[in-house]
């Protein structure tokens, strides 16, 4: 049984920072995992954010975020994190992470089909 809980969303004002956290609940260790970041607001389809292999500590992001967002991990605190700098309007959404076991997998993905564990998503809302 793995449980993943985000935290850390919130209002903020356009150009400013938030991070996101994703702690993994698991009776293994986060390294054990690829972790990724998906979004979707209402009525669209979910998009992939990012996500960092545990197998070789490779990350990617989307065109969307790339240069604003980057991803890191705590594995001694089982968390991952999303720092999210420079937001707009348009990052407004709920955000989730979602978790994968890494055995066998090279790199990560930002394909939500790839990944078997879900959080319940915390809410972001860029506005001034």
């Known amino acids: 049984q793995v449980q993943l809980v985000e935290s850390g969303g919130g209002l903020v004002q356009p150009g400013g920072s938030l991070r996101l956290s994703c702690a993994v609940f698991s009776g293994l260790t986060s390294d054990y995992y690829n972790i990724a970041w998906f979004r979707q607001a209402p009525g669209k389809e979910r998009e992939g954010v990012s996500c960092?292999?545990?197998?070789?500590?490779?990350?990617y992001f989307a065109d969307s975020v790339k240069g604003r967002f980057t991803i890191s991990r705590d594995n001694t605190k089982n968390t991952v994190y999303l720092q999210m700098n420079s937001l707009k309007s348009e990052d407004t959404t709920v955000y989730y992470c979602?978790?994968?076991?890494?055995?066998?997998?090279?790199?990560?993905?930002?394909?939500?089909?790839?990944?078997?564990?879900w959080g319940q998503g915390t809410q972001v809302t860029v506005s001034s």
């Open positions: 960092d292999s545990s197998s070789d500590g490779r990350t």
């Open positions: 979602a978790a994968v076991a890494r055995v066998g997998r090279r790199g990560c993905t930002i394909k939500g089909y790839e990944y078997d564990y």
